[in-house]
T-cell receptor
Framework: GAVVSQHPSRVICKSGTSVKIECRSLDFQATTMFWYRQFPKKSLMLMATSNEGSKATYEQGVEKDKFLINHASLTLSTLTVTSAHPEDSSFYIC????????????FGPGTRLTVL | AQSVTQPDIHITVSEGASLELRCNYSYGATPYLFWYVQSPGQGLQLLLKYFSGDTLVQGIKGFEAEFKRSQSSFNLRKPSVHWSDAAEYFCAVGAAGTASKLTFGTGTRLQVTL
């Protein structure tokens, strides 16, 4: 399967700072990238869908001004958690999709964010 | 709205024993169904998927799943579990014909005893 990387794998930051998480498709061009959030012992919750070159579509209840998503190229999407607070601590996972993947999303390994 | 239920939060089986993980879905049309496995520190890996056709789907690592429309189920099975199968398993449903926003179940943690 295709490979998706995320950087950093884990990050610790102080409350009030912003954190950027990168998601890269290494061997394919992802026309669509998805961002998920996973709480401990919980399912993955879709946060937003981003298509290359256009604004992200956020799921209900997700603050678009807090979670800024940029999908500037077919191989890179970024999620910026602005003014992070302890309740934003979570595991963030991205996935990439392309029309040639026959409906399969390829997932990154995730980023563990801890806000102190 | 689509939804997925995985009734078993945690399952423990002995190595070599058979395994069945349950998944029930709710979706108004023909669903796209997936099973993923998540190991610590690793991303979600697709085990198998069902779109149409044969309702018994074969996947990687010796896993299979059967789509039963009448029961709205897509249970995952493996005839003989290996210790390396210990992980978190997620069932997911996606909307047919789209880039598939996926809705995940809450997951089942599989523990394998030697």
């Amino acid at each position: 399967g295709a490979v998706v990387s995320q950087h950093p794998s884990r990050v610790i930051c102080k409350s009030g700072t912003s954190v950027k998480i990168e998601c890269r498709s290494l061997d394919f061009q992802a026309t669509t990238m998805f961002w998920y959030r996973q709480f401990p012992k919980k399912s993955l919750m879709l946060m937003a869908t981003s298509n290359e070159g256009s604004k992200a579509t956020y799921e209900q209840g997700v603050e678009k001004d807090k979670f800024l998503i940029n999908h500037a190229s077919l191989t890179l999407s970024t999620l910026t958690v602005t003014s992070a607070h302890p309740e934003d601590s979570s595991f963030y996972i991205c996935s990439g999709w392309t029309s040639g993947s026959r409906h399969e999303q390829f997932f990154g390994p995730g980023t563990r964010l801890t806000v102190l | 709205a689509q939804s997925v239920t995985q009734p078993d939060i945690h399952i423990t089986v002995s190595e070599g024993a058979s395994l069945e993980l349950r998944c029930n879905y709710s979706y108004g049309a023909t669903p796209y169904l997936f099973w993923y496995v998540q190991s610590p520190g690793q991303g979600l890996q697709l085990l198998l998927k069902y779109f149409s056709g044969d309702t018994l789907v074969q996947g990687i690592k010796g896993f299979e799943a059967e789509f039963k429309r009448s029961q709205s189920s897509f249970n995952l099975r493996k005839p003989s579990v290996h210790w390396s199968d210990a992980a978190e398993y997620f069932c997911a449903v996606g909307a047919a014909g789209t880039a598939s926003k996926l809705t995940f179940g809450t997951g089942t943690r599989l523990q394998v005893t030697l």
